[in-house]
């Protein structure tokens, strides 16, 4: 059994941007010269998540409007409340990156990684599905760990 294991960098521009990294893990795939096994796509954020959908605009547009109907960025969130939040400060009081609630609540929902199955050199994915990392905040720098573990 072999495992290979790398960490990719994402610059993202604004909330609910979908990245298609497909192409990456595929050339990852390439590179470790495992042949069957399984790839863990997982994001190192707690507001950017790892899903595989359809890539289409409509899908996009859609699902940014769902996203705001389960978790508007106007209500109240606990997070944001700084004179009851005491944890995990890593901006001064006031500043507008601590106020992202709702992306931590919409995180939680939709989950921190991907498998996909690696059969004979190749992802297991259906005819339309790519793997993306979605942006639930701000523009930020991110990382993706992705591990691949087979024969």
Sequence with gaps: MKTFSQTIKIKTEHFVQFIDITKTVEELVKKSQIKNGLICIY?????????????????????????????????????????????????????????????????????????????QNKLVLGTYQRIFAIELDCGKNREVFIQIIGE
């Design 43 to 119: 994001s190192k954020h707690t507001t950017m998540a790892i899903r595989i959908n359809e890539k289409e605009k409509g899908i996009v547009g859609d699902f940014k409007e769902v996203l705001k109907r389960i978790a508007p960025q106007e209500n109240y969130y606990r997070h944001n409340d700084l004179k009851i939040r005491t944890e995990n400060l890593v901006c001064s009081p006031g500043a507008s990156d601590c106020l992202n609630g709702h992306s931590h609540c919409l995180h939680l929902l939709l989950g921190s990684s991907e498998t996909v199955i690696l059969n």
